[in-house]
């Protein structure tokens, strides 16, 4: 099993700033990618961006040159740092992480708050 814990949501004002960390632990070496989803009050829970153990990243469009997306293979850590934050990226942040092998399996975080508003 692998045990995922989100942290460094909050309150920001618009075009503020936050960093999410996430912390792995249990039987990392069955962790592939990872990645980092949200969801907003009555919506389904959407992906925001991922990374391979490699490094390769992907971004949702809504999220593309304002997020980067980060890992510490070493650390078992992967990062989210958000600049430029908009209300609309109100929502909670769940960090995800894909079994190596059986990419069927899904490994999920209990999630963070990140509240933007003025």
């Known amino acids: 099993q692998v045990q995922l814990v989100e942290s460094g949501g909050g309150l920001v004002q618009p075009g503020g700033s936050l960093r999410l960390s996430c912390a792995a632990s249990g039987n990392i070496f069955a962790i592939g990618d990872m990645g980092w989803y949200r969801q907003a009050p009555g919506k389904q829970r959407g992906l925001v961006a991922t990374i391979t153990t490699g490094g390769r990243t992907y971004y949702a469009d809504a999220v593309k040159g304002r997020f980067t997306i980060s890992r510490d293979n070493a650390k078992n850590m992967v990062y989210l740092q958000m600049n430029s934050l908009k209300p609309e990226d109100t929502a909670v942040y769940f960090c995800?992480?894909?079994?190596?092998?059986?990419?069927?399996?899904?490994?999920w975080g209990q999630g963070t708050q990140v509240t933007v508003s003025s």
């Open positions: 995800n992480a894909v079994h190596l092998v059986v990419t069927t399996t899904n490994y």
